[in-house]
């Protein structure tokens, strides 16, 4: 049993949870032991699962020595949960990490631990698929690059009719100012 307000939940007083950020639970990245600290009084629970970001992490606060580390993953081996900890799975489809495969974790509810995991991904079966779907032509694509020149490039485009896309806040405002500039 939970308890749910809207924006995060929490899991039999043991983990919150938050696609953002407990103080920020939909805009907010936790990306930074900074991020981190600000985060550890909103919530009461002894863990935090969070998202957004796509990107694994983990977070532990030493009360007693009033420090916020940044704990390196280890894939495939399980971390004991002995301090609060705001944690971060990672992403099935959309890295961030420079890591094409496939990022989440196991948490284990009576041992404490966080397992950080990764599996391939093979994005070319996932196009198919989507294909398969009946999606029109063109319907998906993936853009990289710098923000600024791809936000510049896509709105100058006679090509481009419509832009919908997830992850980037920076090319979302560029995006957003260019637009609203024409």
């Not at 705001?86 to 420079?98: C, F, K, L």
Request: net charge neutral; hydrophobic share 35%.
């Amino acid at each position: 049993a939970g308890e749910i307000n809207g924006v995060t939940a929490s899991i039999d007083g043991t983990a919150t949870l938050a696609h953002g950020s407990p103080r920020d639970p939909t805009w907010e990245y936790v990306l930074n032991t900074l991020a981190a600290r600000l985060n550890f009084t909103h919530f009461r629970t002894p863990y935090c699962f969070v998202g957004h970001s796509h990107i694994q992490s983990m977070f532990q606060l030493d009360e007693e020595e009033d420090r916020v580390t940044s704990t390196p993953n280890r894939v495939s081996e399980p971390i004991p949960l002995t301090r609060r900890t705001i944690v971060n799975p990672g992403s099935v489809g959309q890295p961030r990490d420079r890591d094409p495969r496939s990022a989440y974790a196991i948490f284990d509810t009576e041992a404490r631990t966080w397992e950080a995991r990764r599996v391939d991904y093979d994005i070319s079966i996932v196009q198919k698929r989507i294909h398969d779907a009946g999606l029109p032509p063109g319907c998906l694509n993936v853009v990289w690059g710098v923000p600024h020149e791809v936000s510049d490039y896509l709105i100058k485009s006679p090509i481009v009719r419509k832009i919908s896309f997830t992850g980037s806040v920076q090319v979302g405002k560029l995006l957003a100012g260019l637009a609203g500039s024409l």
